[in-house]
């Protein structure tokens, strides 16, 4: 069965750092690029960073730039992502999420397979 367990959420000040991480196992982990998603209350389903398959590629969105960080263990399956100077808007459910291609991409729905997702809150 294909599984991805995204953990490493919790309460953090703002400021704050957290890494997240996503297990991967139940497909060929070297042939997929992997995608983190946000989404927070009433709000749209966001992405926030990508690696790709070979983890020599990443991808940020704007806002996150400068202050997250993304890192894949090909021989753990697991990638990880760093969440360094948190704020507020950070706030959110952090879903991670594989495509099936070695390249990233913004739009959630080329990702056919995703994790149950990981709650980050960040007090102001």
Known sequence: DVQLQASGGGLVQTGGSLRLSCAA?????DDYAIGWFRQAPGRER???SCINSSGRSTVFTD????????SSDNAKNVVYM??????????????????????????????NHWGQGTLVTVSS
């Open 25 to 29: 196992s139940g497909f060929p982990f």
């Open 46 to 48: 966001e992405g926030v």
């Open 63 to 70: 806002s996150v730039k400068g202050r997250f960080n993304i």
């Open 82 to 111: 760093q969440m360094n100077s948190l704020k507020p808007e950070d706030m959110a459910l952090y879903y991670c999420a594989a495509r099936p291609d070695s390249y990233c991409s913004r739009y959630w729905s080329r990702y």
